[in-house]
């Protein structure tokens, strides 16, 4: 008899999918510890990171929920980046990652 996981199990994997990418979790922890909207230089620089990395997970991360894309109030064709809601409902499990990993020592 075949078994059917539940469609939260495939949400997990795209999910887990996503965060595993160079940088995206790096991204999502300076967006957190800003606790501001970041231009996309200013996250550039902490990330460490080249500009098309960076660019493809911010796109990566805005597509699935994670972070907002938002116009600067300082110059129209400038942008910030900042945590949505969702990506606010994940620091926990994500600080439960991070705290584990630490120490494994991984």
Not at 57 to 66: A, C, I, N, V
Request: aromatic share 6%; with cysteine; charged share 30%.
């Amino acid at each position: 008899m075949k078994q059917v996981c539940p469609p939260t199990y495939g949400q997990v994997d795209t999910l887990l999918e996503v965060l595993s990418k160079s940088k995206s979790m790096h991204i999502l922890l300076v967006l957190d510890r800003k606790r501001r909207p970041i231009r996309f230089s200013e996250l550039k620089k902490l990330v460490e990171s080249s500009s098309t990395t960076i660019s493809r997970r911010l796109k990566e991360l805005e597509t699935h929920g994670l972070v907002q894309r938002s116009q600067s109030r300082v110059s129209k064709s400038t942008y910030e980046y900042s945590l949505s809601e969702d990506a606010e409902s994940l620091k926990p499990i994500l600080q439960s990652l991070y705290d584990w990993a630490n120490k494994r020592r991984y």
